[in-house]
């Protein structure tokens, strides 16, 4: 809890705002990763209108639409000062952020989201059943690290797109991909970013991580639907035109903030696959003793 304490006293000095004594909506969420995932690292141009505004263990992307900004997950509760610090030192206003987007609930990117909402007035978009959870602020019953437990705050101001759908905002368009497994709301996002005639198409990828809690079993009736994802999921990804990935947590798609390799995003679905058939022999492996 000391570390989280710490963290949150240096996002108030970042953001150069008083912190309430209690807000809700930012009160530290305790993990032994925090520090890790939260490292303070300064805002990045990736290409064009495209920026990272996260930390070194979490990613958090902003895009420049013109008529307005688009920012990408939300980190812990306890990060949402520091996000709104960077956008500032970029230079944009956090007042003009119109649209939140989520790639999974789960509270290590989307517990700083209710807070970011409601100081910038942005709407936030997920999934159907990304939209589901964020509502409630906790895990789905179907969800693989359920027996973790917890919750983050609950998310009002909500918008569904689906798989395929496109957002619009000034000169952006950014496309929905669902991309299953890690939870069955996971979306991902696609847009092109441009710097005179040099465009690039950008791809923020939710996580792929075939993890859970101890008990669970992707081998399970229950984990079945969770594997036929995760396949789904490498169909999409490496289907996508992908200049520059950037993943959830920076260090599951390689070195650096992001990774601009040819195949980036085949590379990305293709340790998931690995990871999911280890993690299936496994549990093979177990039921045979």
């Not at 963290?7 to 309430?20: E, I, Y």
């Not at 689906?162 to 979306?187: C, N, Q, R, W």
Request: positive net charge; proline residues 6%; glycine residues 10%.
């Amino acid at each position: 809890m000391f570390e989280a304490i710490s963290l949150l006293a240096w996002f108030a000095a970042a953001s150069g705002a008083p912190v309430p004594a209690v807000d809700p909506l930012t009160q530290p969420i305790a993990s032994s990763r925090a520090a890790q995932w939260l490292a303070p690292v300064p805002p990045e141009k990736i290409h064009g209108n495209s920026y990272l505004v996260g930390f070194g263990g979490m990613s958090v992307a902003l895009i420049d639409a013109g008529a307005g900004l688009v920012l990408i997950d939300g980190a812990l509760p306890q990060a949402a000062p520091a996000i709104l610090a960077n956008v500032r030192q970029l230079g944009f206003d956090p007042k003009d952020i119109k649209f939140i987007l989520s790639t999974e609930p789960h509270f290590d990117h989307a517990g700083g989201l209710a807070a970011l909402a409601r100081d910038t007035g942005a709407t936030v978009v997920a999934s159907a059943r990304g939209v589901e959870g964020l509502r409630l602020g906790k895990h789905a019953a179907d969800d693989p690290q359920l027996a973790y437990g917890g919750s983050w705050p609950a998310v009002t101001r909500l918008r569904v797109m689906k798989d395929g759908e496109v957002l619009k905002l000034g000169k952006a368009a950014i496309t929905a991909h669902a991309t299953p497994g890690h939870t069955m709301g996971s979306m991902s996002w696609s847009w092109q970013a441009c710097e005179g005639k040099k465009c690039k198409a950008i791809v923020f990828a939710s996580s792929l991580n075939p993890v859970s809690a101890d008990d669970y079993r992707f081998s399970s009736a229950a984990g079945a639907p969770f594997v036929a994802g995760f396949a789904q999921s490498y169909r999409t990804m490496e289907a996508l035109a992908c200049d520059i990935l950037v993943s959830a947590h920076p260090d599951n798609a390689g070195e650096g903030r992001y990774n601009a390799a040819p195949g980036a995003c085949r590379a990305y679905a293709d340790r998931s696959r690995k990871a999911l058939a280890k993690r299936l022999a496994a549990e093979k492996a177990e039921v045979a003793k």
